[in-house]
């Protein structure tokens, strides 16, 4: 067969050269090869970013570097970084960049302990702040807090010293397995949050593809509402990230989905619940491509992974999300948010055990010994580890199933409300425990109402973009004031109507971002983040003249 395909093909080759000297074939073979890795480079173009993307990419760089144009952003960054300054040194509280001389008194550490814990308690205690905080009970905090001390010196690393750390560990996971009606094969790891649960996720699916199909240049299709940790997993893993577009009701269009499929496809990503809009993606529909493509499908569950298991027995039946559902291989779950864990507490689970190797890391001629570990870290904290067993032990199942109760019920309330209000329509659907909407009217724009809400009220919401809008993610504390935030953004409302210039700050901050490119937005972006991190000893007045 190869005999008779390879005998025309000679003759057709040999009479294409012949008369030619040995140059010009040589010459010809590297321009049409050029030509060949061109091609094949502006079409991998087309499929990812597009090359008008790829263009104001490419240039980015060079027109920052125009005198007139870069004056103009360190003029601007200088600004910015003075105000952040301004911003972050207002409630100092002795600052110091330096070791002290002698060391301090133990109580005058407490005492200034105390004083740091009061002032970062006062944002939050009014229960008017979107997440961030689930629980909020002073009790609940000192019980978990005993609990973590007892293991803040311990490390899961080694299990041989810490035996009953090691066995915490394991029944964290285990026990939130079986929440998620993992079968007997089912697995996990411990991890230090929702971000490193699907980074390790997508470096097992990376891995795997490798491993099992020979895949070298591997993408994941996620919905362009997932959560930012897929593009960073992306980043980090040199893993192409394509979005696809959302229906009506922001979840993942799945006829678009599928065209984005192809054979380099490692996995695909579904949200339940989504952080931006609070929708469900429709599971059991992707996890059914998920089968016939052969590829992962990862359920993030990091938002909603301590309500949507109790849903159902709190009144609010949902349709199979885990690994009830054949097709689904790795959900991500954080006890740390309305499982009421301390911060630094996730699980990453998969359904088989093949799939969980893929994200280990081994090192095995390391001059220290053969080293390996599951997840990111080397060393880890036992505290969150410890205290998660507590949280989770102290609300057990019916604990669990009130508090969902009361924060879902909160969240329907207010998203029937918003659908009341005149000038407000919803994006998405308030599924579990987010609520976000936009103007539905050109007089009200929702950043100007979030405005409002924050300097009239004080409500902290969340901006979102792509669609504009606001959300706020109902814990415990803001489920108690889910009838005032309704009368507040009433008011907003009004207020915004009658008076749509006087609240325009967080508006014209969106409204500039979406006409500047990606690069100028990272700039701005990576000037918040120096700001954040930077030690500040200077009073508010100093900060801004710097």
């Not at 997508?202 to 996620?222: C, L, M, S």
């Not at 890391?361 to 880890?380: D, F, N, V």
């Amino acid at each position: 067969m190869v005999r008779a395909i390879e005998r025309p093909l000679q003759a057709l080759v040999n009479g294409a050269m012949h008369g030619k000297d040995p140059y010009s074939v040589v010459r010809s073979t590297v321009f049409w090869g050029a030509v060949l890795k061109f091609l094949l480079h502006l079409r991998r173009i087309l499929k990812r970013e597009g090359l008008v993307n790829y263009i104001l990419a490419a240039l980015a760089p060079t027109l920052k570097k125009l005198p007139q144009i870069r004056n103009k952003l360190d003029k601007e960054m200088s600004k910015s970084m003075a105000d952040f300054r301004e911003k972050f040194s207002k409630e100092l509280t002795d600052p110091r960049t330096q070791l002290p001389a002698e060391g301090m008194k133990e109580k005058d550490i407490l005492d200034l302990m105390q004083t740091r814990k009061e002032l970062d308690t006062k944002h939050w205690k009014a229960g008017k702040i979107t997440g961030a905080v689930y629980h909020g009970e002073e009790k609940h905090y000192e019980f978990v807090s005993q609990v973590f001390g007892k293991w803040g010196f311990c490390n899961p690393l080694h299990p041989g010293i810490h035996p009953a750390l090691r066995q915490m560990d394991s029944e964290v996971v285990q026990m939130i397995v079986n929440l998620y009606n993992g079968g007997p094969d089912a697995c996990g790891s411990f991890t230090t949050g929702g971000t490193e649960s699907i980074l390790m996720a997508i470096k097992a699916y990376r891995d795997w593809a490798k491993a099992e199909k020979g895949i070298t240049d591997p993408n994941i299709v996620i919905c362009s509402t997932a959560h930012a940790a897929f593009d960073k997993a992306g980043k980090y893993f040199n893993v192409f990230v394509k979005h696809a577009k959302t229906n009506d009701d922001m979840q993942i269009d799945l006829k678009h989905m599928k065209s984005l499929i192809d054979g380099n496809t490692i996995a695909i990503v579904g949200s339940c619940c989504q952080y931006a809009h609070g929708s469900i993606d429709p599971i059991e529909d992707m996890a059914a491509i998920a089968r016939r493509k052969n590829i992962g499908l990862h359920v993030d569950c990091c938002l909603g992974g301590f309500l949507v298991p109790f849903m159902e027995k709190a009144g609010f039946p949902l349709p199979p999300f885990d690994f009830r559902v054949p097709g689904v291989t790795s959900i991500s779950c954080d006890p740390h948010k309305y499982g009421f864990a301390p911060k630094g507490a996730s699980v990453v689970m998969f359904s088989n055990k093949t799939l969980r190797h893929h994200m280990y890391c081994y090192l095995t001629k390391w001059s220290g010994g053969i080293y390996a570990t599951p997840t990111m870290t080397g060393s880890r904290a036992g505290g969150p580890v410890a205290a998660t067993w507590a949280a989770m032990c102290k609300f057990g199942e019916k604990g669990y199933v009130e508090t969902t109760r009361q924060i879902v019920s909160a969240a329907k309330k207010i998203g029937k409300g918003v659908e009341e209000i005149e000038g407000l329509r919803l994006v998405g659907r308030p599924d579990v425990c987010v609520v976000a909407f936009a103007g539905s009217e050109e007089a009200i724009n929702c950043y100007s109402v979030a405005d409002c809400m924050q300097k009239k009220f004080g409500w902290e919401l969340a901006t979102c973009q792509n669609p504009s809008c606001v959300h706020i993610a109902l814990t415990l504390p803001t489920s108690k004031n889910a009838d005032q935030f309704l009368v507040d953004l009433r008011e907003s409302v009004k207020d915004v109507r009658a008076n749509s210039q006087a609240y325009l700050s967080t508006a014209g901050l969106y409204g500039m971002a979406a006409s500047l490119p990606a690069s100028f937005l990272e700039d701005a972006a990576a000037t918040y983040l120096d700001a954040m991190s930077e030690a500040m000893t200077t009073v508010p007045a100093q900060a801004g003249g710097a």
